[in-house]
């Protein structure tokens, strides 16, 4: 069994701990385990046949693990019957902020959100707002803006990317991730910051435990019945006392679980898509 681990190269050296994570577990299973950068794929269409090529002429695998956000490069390899985990539905849509609250917004309450066309001066919602690139991750391409000058700033850095605006919290600097393997959630924390309105790891922030209320449990489990995730953050943030639906992250970051006791996270993720192959 032969699986790939697909990265951009910029990102490799800060998720090293995270891939040998991978490694270790690979041993166990009797699985290899291949880092593999998107850099080195060659893909599209190759005698009337979908194709992905590695220059360095590895074989193909038998699934590949998505850590970036490539939509089309997933539906690529699962065109050619190889299943990839996050899937493409769950990259196209959870990787765009806008199509995730299309989705989800029935199903979750979500703070007062608008899609920006990209020639807005002003915010179309009352300040203070975050400016948000539609396909950001990590807290990166996240502004904040308390009036039109800083608004225009945010729109100015976004160099042009589809964005969407949203009203501030009253909690700024708090939110809770629900982990979710497939269709269960196997940890929840809360994400905090009193330095920045961004609460994400990279920012800054700090993580503890936090227990879901039933409503609110239910409500995660109402957005898994949308989805066939393998593992994914279901972020909300903290506004009147409530959570409310944020986002939905993909290649979804581990480091807050690693320091909260739960190392076997890729051992766990790695016995389910082994038993999803097997299904398979």
């Keep these: 069994m032969n699986i790939w681990l697909v990265y951009e190269g910029a990102n490799v050296a800060r998720n090293q701990f995270f891939i040998n994570q991978w490694q270790l577990a690979s041993h166990k299973y009797a699985v290899k385990i291949e880092t593999v950068l998107l850099e080195d794929l060659v893909f599209g269409i190759r005698d009337g046949q979908p194709s992905v090529h590695h220059l360095n002429q590895l074989p193909l695998p038998d699934a590949v693990v998505m850590r970036l956000n490539n939509p089309l490069l997933s539906h690529q390899f699962e065109l050619m019957g190889i299943p990839v985990f996050n899937n493409a539905r769950v990259s196209e ?11 989800v917004s029935p199903f979750a309450n979500a703070i007062d959100t608008v899609f920006l066309r990209g020639d807005e001066t002003a915010s179309p919602l009352p300040y203070p707002v975050v400016i948000k690139g539609a396909n950001s991750c990590g807290g990166r391409a996240v502004y904040k803006a308390v009036n039109d000058q800083e608004f225009v700033r945010a729109m100015k850095q976004l160099q042009g990317q589809d964005a969407l605006v949203q009203a501030m919290s009253d ?3 708090r939110d809770v991730r629900a982990y979710v393997l497939g269709k269960e959630i196997i940890a929840v924390m809360m994400r905090v910051s009193d330095t920045d309105f961004r609460s994400n790891l990279g920012q800054g922030g700090d993580a503890v435990p936090y227990q879901l209320t039933q409503k609110d449990e239910q409500t995660v489990k109402n957005i898994i019945q ?3 995730f393998g593992l994914v953050g279901i972020d909300f943030i903290m506004h009147k006392g409530q959570l409310l639906f944020n986002e939905i992250e993909d290649a979804v970051g581990t480091r807050m679980l690693f320091a909260n006791g739960h190392e076997d996270i890729v051992d766990r993720y790695l016995r389910f898509i082994l038993n999803k192959l097997e299904k398979n």
């Design 226 to 228: 949308l989805f066939d």
């Design 93 to 103: 849509i959870c990787n765009d902020k806008r199509r995730t609250h299309q989705l």
């Design 171 to 173: 909690t700024p600097g």
